[in-house]
């Protein structure tokens, strides 16, 4: 009977231990629902510095303009397509700080509040399973009205634009990006309240 009582004891013992640290560790692996809503000059809201990158890396010469004011987000530029390529300027959100992959998968897919004044715009999920740049992309469809929209793209409507078409897996995440293009030179404006998952 006493070994009884000590068997139950310990088995209640490690029980309560790990009823404490259970939480923890789901909440210290849980990727947070908003990724940025712009309120830190130069870092998203996982307190990871913001990158921009344009297709002058590849040849091309478009100018881009970034500037965070009052909570927003404001991309401005002329995109001027390399011969024979697209033309492209990309903001991307890291969702680690050392672009180690991180779980979404307990969310539908992203969502952001933009307002599109001019040009064409996609949004991507960086997987870390993708290694040729070919993201799992959506383009944002709103009108250029001068109100913000909240647009919502569920992971199952991200398409690859040149390989194979693969499953996007949610749970290998490093990034997301918000992507100017346009296949002739032309210019565009873009104002991103904030962005995340859903």
Known sequence: ???????????????????????????????????????????????????????????????????????KMHLTGNLIPPRGQPAWASSILLLDAQGKPMDASGYQGIRLKVKINQGLMSVSANSAEVENFDYHAAPVLIKADNKFHEVKLPFSSLKRAWSEQTSLDASTLNSLSIVAFAMQQSAYDFVIDEIGFY
């Open 1 to 71: 009977m006493n070994m009884l009582n000590q068997t139950m004891r310990h088995f209640f013992g490690l029980f309560a231990i790990a009823s404490i640290l259970l939480p923890v560790c789901a909440f210290a692996n849980e990727l947070p629902e908003l990724v940025d809503n712009f309120k830190h000059q130069t870092q998203n809201n996982l307190g990871v510095q913001r990158q921009f990158m344009n297709d002058t890396v590849a040849g091309g010469s478009s100018e881009s303009e970034v500037t965070v004011q009052g909570g």
